[in-house]
Structures are given as structure tokens and as C-alpha cells.
């Protein structure tokens, strides 16, 4: 994992603390923040070496199939495509892509689902789920790994989630509290993650082709 992608996972966590220690009420804004520091750091990348506008188009593709997909399966909460479509994308993109692409996800599908002190927490999953899955970027990755990846993802988002959750709701906060926090969530997480890897299992190795035939052809994501 390189500086910047340090350095993403980094701001994020500091934005999150400092919500929680100032009781921040502005959330949208905040979100906006978290935004703004996180396409600064990819434009800064972007700037430095040579530019494709086409990479933009990409990235806004992704993230609407993404948005629309989670709009679309509205009224089934733990069964959404958007972990699919953004490992994907992240895949063909790279870390720093990855990250940029999972806040945007995030804060774009709540302007529809309804924001709150749980964006920034969301766009910070997605973010760090992007930026891992672009760890796998130029590497071959086979169908066994790639829903595996996908099963553990749905939790990783479902656990970030459930830290939020425990830090704002849960009073006490102890061994047994949390324990029934994380119970309580489990039903989601699993289905969310095994939806993930039923995705990436069927069609993932097929998307990612396609994907890389689209970089390949106008020379997207060069390092």
C-alpha cells in the first residue's frame, strides 16, 4: 500500500474523530469535507503525470451504476449491488481511484436515501473498500479470491458501521453491549456479503474483462 493510500485512510479516521469529539451536527458538510479531501488527494495524483479525461467519464460511470443499483434494490436492504460494481471498478482503477469512487458512491445514493452522522461513516467504508480492492489492480486474481474479497467485504462495511453505531447509541458501552450490537447487525452483514460474492462469483471475472478491454482501449489509469 503506497503513501497516498495511507494518507486517504488517514484523513478519513481524522475526519470521523473529529465528528465525534466537536458532536459535529453539520453531517452534510462534513461529508462535503470528506469529499473535497479525498478528490484533492486523487486530482494531486491526477496532475502528476498524464492526464485522460475519459478516466473521469469511467469513474462517473461506475459510480452511477453504483448509485442506481442501490437505489433500484431500495426496498431490500441488505440486497444491494454497489460492493459489486465498486470492487470492479476499483479493480480496473487502482487504490486511489478505488477510494474517491466509494465516498462519491456514498454521499450521491444518500442525497436519495437520506443523509445524516451516517455518511461520512459510509462513504469511509466504501472508500476503504475501493481502496482495497484497487490494492488487486494489474494483478490476476482468480474467482475463488474474488468472492472471498467480496464475502468479506459486506462485513468490513457492516463492522465499520457497527463501530458508528456503537459510539453514538450504545450506553453502556461493554463486552455484552457490543456483543449484541454486532448480533444485531449480523443478519444484514450476511446477506449483503453473500449477495456480494454471488455477483462476483458469476459474473465478476466476465465484468473485470470488459472493464480492462475499456482501459486497455483508450489507456486509462496509467501509473
Known sequence: MNKRSIFLIIIAIITLVLMGIFDNKNYLLMS?????LTI???FV?????KT???EIVFIAIICALAVGGRVLFAALPAVKPELFILIMGAIVSGPETGFL???IIALASNMYFGQGVWTPWQMFALGVIGLISGLFSN????TAVLTVWGFLSGFIMGWIMDVYYILGFVDPITFKSVGIAIAGSFYFDFVHALFTAILLFIVGKRWIKIFNNYRIKYNLFKE
Do not use: D, P
Open 32 to 36: 462535503f469535507i470528506f469529499l473535497a
Open 40 to 42: 484533492g488527494i486523487y
Open 45 to 49: 495524483r491526477f496532475e502528476q503525470r
Open 52 to 54: 485522460n479525461a475519459k
Open 101 to 103: 469512487m466509494g465516498t
Open 139 to 142: 494483478k490476476k486474481i482468480g
